[in-house]
């Protein structure tokens, strides 16, 4: 039986890989930190009370800041794989935190692989890399090939996680790999997120909990897929001979706009679009109300026009493709917030 430690466990890819790594009998440990309010929200229906079950997801206080932590857990357990997804990994919130970010996103992993080559052990790392690396993009598709040109505090951190990881791969012989995943999506995104923002506000549109969605950059353009799907590739990755940094996406970029249009659509209501920048406004077409706005405090210092990936590699290398599309995302997120709503 394999045991595995996952960073981020509270967040949306933690939370459907503990669901897989139980599946597959792994000893899953998660670590938490320690936050004033209840936020398990998306391990709330696994069983983490060794009391009840003792083959339970083991939670643990820890941060990714605190090196001593760190190295006590991972000499501890003794993972044989590492599977680091926790970050401050809100592109618009890094401008306001950038060296808050840094820290985390940057020598987070950093001192990850420091306590793995400390404790002798064989364990397998992964790096929860990003398509943001990509940024202002100098090619498309993007391949493991395209060069990096990263446009926030946020996708500068995860350069140089990118690259230590490399690093110690090369250097110290350790196992060690990027996934460089493209944005990919579920009901349990974030809600600060266009994606789940959107559907969670449409539906509470629907519901008459509120009159309109306020929005950013309605023409950026995402490569989106399916979270759960995702998750897979990360477990595929740490199972190859060879460490290897590989892109993990679609090969389908859609805008934030179509996204909307998808999501009012869900629920019967046909979207008009009138004016331009920032007064532009999407109208009910049946009744004329203004259901959407922009506000300009969503707009980023440097924003990331389109990303878009060639997932070859992964399709080679891990047998690995897409199943999910964009708009049976949008469905899928449209029905669960409806429903919880
Ligand atoms: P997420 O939902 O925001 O989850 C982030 C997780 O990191 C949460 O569990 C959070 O804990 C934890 N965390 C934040 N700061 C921490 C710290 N200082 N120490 C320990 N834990 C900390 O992110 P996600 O969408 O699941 O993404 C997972 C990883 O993949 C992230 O590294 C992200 O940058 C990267 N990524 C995501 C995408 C995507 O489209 N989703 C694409 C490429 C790469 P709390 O619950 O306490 O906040
Ligand atoms: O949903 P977003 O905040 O995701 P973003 O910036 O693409 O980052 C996500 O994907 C990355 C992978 O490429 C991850 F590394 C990262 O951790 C995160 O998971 O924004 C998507 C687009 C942006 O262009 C943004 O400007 O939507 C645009 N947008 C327009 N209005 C908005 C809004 N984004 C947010 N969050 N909120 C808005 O109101």
């Not at 000499?75 to 809100?90: F, G, M, R, T």
């Not at 935190?97 to 990850?112: F, H, K, S």
């Not at 990003?130 to 505090?153: A, I, R």
């Not at 959407?292 to 990331?304: K, L, N, Q």
Request: aromatic share 10%.
């Amino acid at each position: 039986m394999k045991t595995a430690l996952i960073t981020g466990v509270t967040g949306q890819d933690g939370s459907y890989l503990a669901d897989l790594l139980l599946e597959k009998d792994y000893t899953v440990y998660g670590l938490r930190r320690r936050s004033s309010t209840h936020n398990i929200e998306n391990i709330q229906h696994l069983q983490f009370d060794p009391h009840v079950n003792k083959n339970s997801l083991k939670l643990l206080y820890g941060d990714l800041s605190d090196s001593s932590n760190l190295n006590r857990l991972i000499d501890k357990i003794k993972p044989d794989e590492i599977y680091n997804l926790a970050a401050q990994s809100h592109v618009r919130v890094s401008f306001d935190v950038p060296e808050y970010t840094a820290d985390v996103d940057a020598l987070g992993p950093l001192r990850i692989l420091e306590a793995i080559r400390e404790s002798n052990a064989a364990t397998r790392f992964y790096q929860a890399s990003t398509s943001e690396l990509y940024g202002d993009v100098l090619e498309t598709p993007q391949t493991e090939k395209t060069p990096f040109n990263p446009q926030s505090p946020y996708a500068i951190a995860k350069h140089y996680a990118f690259q230590i990881v490399k690093n110690y791969r090369e250097a110290y012989n350790l196992y060690a790999c990027n996934g460089i995943l493209f944005n990919h999506e579920s009901p349990r995104r974030g809600p600060t997120f266009v994606t789940r923002k959107i559907t969670v506000t449409v539906a509470r549109i629907v519901k008459k909990m509120q009159e309109r969605l306020y929005l950013g950059n309605l023409d950026a353009k995402r490569d989106w897929g399916y979270a759960p799907e995702f998750v897979e590739a990360m477990w595929q990755m740490l199972q190859q001979e060879k460490p290897e940094d590989i892109v993990i996406g679609t090969g389908e970029t859609h805008s934030v706009r179509e996204f909307v249009e998808h999501a009012f659509a869900y629920v019967n209501i046909a979207i008009v679009w009138e004016n331009q920048g920032v007064d532009e406004v999407g109208i009910d077409k049946k009744t004329g109300k203004t259901l959407v706005s922009i506000d300009p405090y969503y707009y980023r210092p440097t924003e990331v026009d389109i990303l878009l990936s060639d997932p070859s590699l992964a399709k080679k290398k891990l047998n690995w493709s897409p199943k999910t599309r964009f708009k049976e995302i949008v469905e899928i997120m449209m029905k669960s917030d409806l429903e919880k709503v």
